[in-house]
């Protein structure tokens, strides 16, 4: 589904990413381990289509096209979704008209029909019910004045209603307590299936206790230092971070 | 001052001032006569006067523009009228400054209520309208207040008595049909003490050059409550004045919602005078395209202690616009306790558009809350970007972002009949890619 090889990223001039290669199949767990400063966010940037990086070598193939050819949108579309570390807030413009106004245009795109209000809330409702949200927050201002935990919950929501192809989690963990981190990972259990792939990227191996992956990559100065089983990031956790980058 | 704009007008003020309601009155005559003087010596306000450094007026100077002082036949499209009168309001509708009986709807008004034409009360009950006229702003204000003080042809006289509470609310539709003319209203509202009205105020015009110069003085006594909506949508030729000067009595409550859509050059006065334990709360919506320049003035003076006021004026300026706001809060050495928040937003949506904003605070008194925020951008890249990842295209998210930014100010337009009406407007003017009117 996603095939990355030898992926130079700068930010102006200076390298980021020095040559990361990485194969993603459907219904896999990757998870993206690191450092502060190691290029995790970077990666996650550069998938989802976000300006300021420039590929200064190698490619990003999503299912055989071109992603870097991709606007944010049509990526967004094409079914890859980043779920943000900080999610923005839109003062003005309500939770359920910014999921319809999503959920159409993947429609549209994809030349299907606009949903039907009917079934459209229905839909929301259920997935809502699902991650224990208060349906007030459908009729809220994208992600303003909530908590950290509201906004991550927020985003497996949108996540749930878009139903994409490949997740990308940024530090989806940061900033929740024990009750939230249990929800958000029940929410994102809730959608594994053979056709769908996570990218999880993260610090710490807490999150990876919830959603159990089938890879962990370990992230140094830009490259891929060490990858391996769900073990690794128990020795990680363990020996910390100099021990793989030193190796 | 340009001193052939201000001879143009006075040399005719004599023989119009014979045509112009409450010619017999003598009070009146004395203070046109007193007004069309100071507009003799000082004209229209100059950019030299620090309340008009930001709006400069030499275009309205060179113009000839001629005041209305007789009555227009003009046959008005109804469907045109119809998109901005409304249904579930009583309404008074003014042509080129003139009240239009044939055209109002005035029907079922409570017996104790005065509605009325400001020709009519002049010639039925002048003695109702010399107590109040006048009072809450005069001639000394400036050029436009002078000149209308002078040449005013009609308006509204309202009064409701204590205790009564208006169920519908009272529209002003003032529609501009003359080209090269002057509509100068002059409105009179007196709320009882503890009465309740909500007023209308529209404005537009037949796509010509024209002047509106149009003076409110409101009198709200204590616990009585006003709100106010003014939808400015004059013809992208007009010059606009519109000035409403507020006296509020002990706990009383003014809302005002400022619509600022229309005009070339567009300036509206809003003053409050606060007594004690009163409340104002002042709203602002200014819209900017091509060379207009739209000035939204505002004065709260706190008077005396307790009082509150909220102020929120927001902008969204583009292709060559300019948006000027100047707030004004004076909080008086006695008027302890004084709650007051002040802020002003603008979005440039283009490099060529310009915001001036000066926020004002003039504490006189110790122990008072007073803020103010002031705020001059362009969208925000990362709010586009959030958009773009939920599939939103960039244009789209653009527009959704702008509409929002302003839909906030329209959200606060508790009557769904009027909500529906300015939406519409506020459609009407941007790029609508991306917005859904019905999902909204």
């Given at each position: 589904m996603l095939h990355i090889e030898n992926l130079h990223v700068n930010v102006g001039d200076k390298p980021i990413l020095k040559g990361i290669n990485l194969q993603i199949n459907p219904g896999e767990i990757h998870a993206i381990m690191g450092p502060n400063g190691s290029g995790k966010s970077t990666l996650a940037h550069i998938l989802s289509g976000k300006?300021?990086?420039?590929?200064?070598a190698g490619s990003i193939s999503y299912n055989h096209a071109?992603?870097?050819?991709?606007?944010p949108e049509i990526r967004a579309r094409e079914g890859v979704f980043l779920a943000f570390q900080y999610p923005v807030e839109i003062p003005g413009v309500s939770n359920i008209y910014l999921l319809k106004a999503a959920l159409n245009a993947i429609r549209q795109h994809r030349g299907l029909a606009e949903v039907d209000a009917m079934d459209f809330l229905t839909l929301v409702k259920n997935k809502v019910r699902i991650l224990e949200m208060d349906e007030k927050f459908l009729y809220?201002?994208?992600?303003?004045?909530?908590?950290g935990g509201e906004k991550k919950r927020n985003e497996i929501l949108q996540m749930a209603i878009l139903e994409p192809k490949l997740c990308i989690l940024d530090e989806?963990?940061?900033?929740?307590d024990i009750d939230a981190l249990k929800i958000v990972a029940d929410g994102v259990n809730s959608l594994r299936s053979p056709e769908r792939a996570f990218v999880m990227i993260t610090h710490y191996q807490r999150l990876l206790d919830y959603i159990k992956p089938d890879f962990v990559h370990v992230l140094a100065h830009g490259r891929i230092v060490k990858s391996g089983g769900p073990e690794l990031a128990l020795e990680l956790e363990e020996k910390g971070y100099s021990w793989v980058e030193a190796a | 001052m340009n001193k052939q704009s201000t001879n143009f007008y006075t040399a005719d003020f004599q023989t119009q001032a014979v045509h112009l309601?409450?010619?017999?009155q003598a009070w009146l005559v004395k203070i046109r006569a007193d007004s069309a003087s100071a507009f003799s010596e000082y004209g229209f306000p100059s950019p030299r006067a620090e309340e008009w450094?930001?709006?400069?007026?030499s275009a309205l100077e060179k113009k000839r523009f001629s005041p209305c002082t007789e009555k227009s036949h003009a046959k008005i499209d109804s469907a045109w009228l119809h998109s901005a009168q409304l249904s579930d309001a009583w309404s008074l509708v003014f042509i080129d400054g003139h009240f239009s009986a044939e055209l109002s709807l005035l029907e079922q008004?409570?017996?104790s209520v005065s509605i009325m034409s400001m020709a009519d009360a002049l010639s039925t009950c002048p003695e109702r309208v010399l107590a109040h006229?006048?009072?809450?702003?005069?001639?000394?204000?400036h050029g436009f207040i002078a000149f209308n003080d002078a040449w005013f042809t009609d308006g509204l006289f309202m009064h409701i008595p204590v205790?009564?509470?208006?169920e519908k609310p009272v529209q002003l539709l003032h529609i501009m049909t003359r080209a090269d003319a002057i509509a100068t209203t002059r409105n009179l509202i007196i709320l009882d003490e503890m009465a309740e009205a909500q007023l209308i105020e529209t404005f537009i015009g037949l796509d010509n050059a024209y002047l509106t110069a149009t003076v409110n003085e409101l009198f709200i006594e204590s616990n009585a409550k006003l709100s106010w909506y003014k939808v400015q949508s004059e013809s992208d030729k007009a010059y606009h004045f519109g000035g409403s000067y507020i006296k509020q009595g002990a706990d009383a409550t003014f809302t005002h919602h400022n619509f600022a859509f229309g005009g070339l050059m567009a300036r509206s006065d809003i003053h409050c005078d606060l007594d004690r334990g009163s409340a104002c709360e002042l709203n602002g919506l200014y819209l900017g395209s091509k060379r207009q320049h739209i000035d939204n003035h505002t004065r709260i003076n706190h008077?005396?202690?307790h009082a509150s006021s909220r102020e929120l004026y927001k902008g969204v300026l583009d292709d060559r616009a300019r948006g000027v706001f100047q707030g004004r809060v004076v909080v008086a050495?006695?008027?302890?306790n004084t709650d007051s928040q002040m802020n002003n937003r603008n979005l440039l949506l283009s490099n060529e558009a310009e915001a001036d904003t000066k926020p004002q605070l003039e504490i006189y008194a110790d122990d008072v809350k007073c803020g103010h925020g002031v705020t001059v951008g362009q969208l925000d890249e990362q709010s586009i970007f959030y958009l773009q990842s939920r599939c939103i295209d960039e244009i789209s998210a653009r527009n959704m972002l702008t509409f929002a930014f302003a839909n906030e100010m329209i959200n606060k337009i508790k009557r769904k009949n009027l909500h529906d009406k300015v939406l519409e407007l506020l459609l009407a003017r941007f790029?609508?890619?991306?917005?859904?009117k019905n999902w909204l």
């Open positions: 300006s300021g990086y420039s590929v200064a071109d992603l870097a050819e991709m606007t809220r201002a994208v992600n303003e004045g909530f908590s989806t963990d940061s900033g929740l | 309601p409450g010619f017999d450094r930001y709006t400069n007026i008004l409570p017996s006229f006048s009072q809450a702003v005069n001639f000394r204000e205790k009564l509470k208006l008077l005396k202690p050495e006695n008027a302890q790029p609508q890619e991306g917005i859904e």
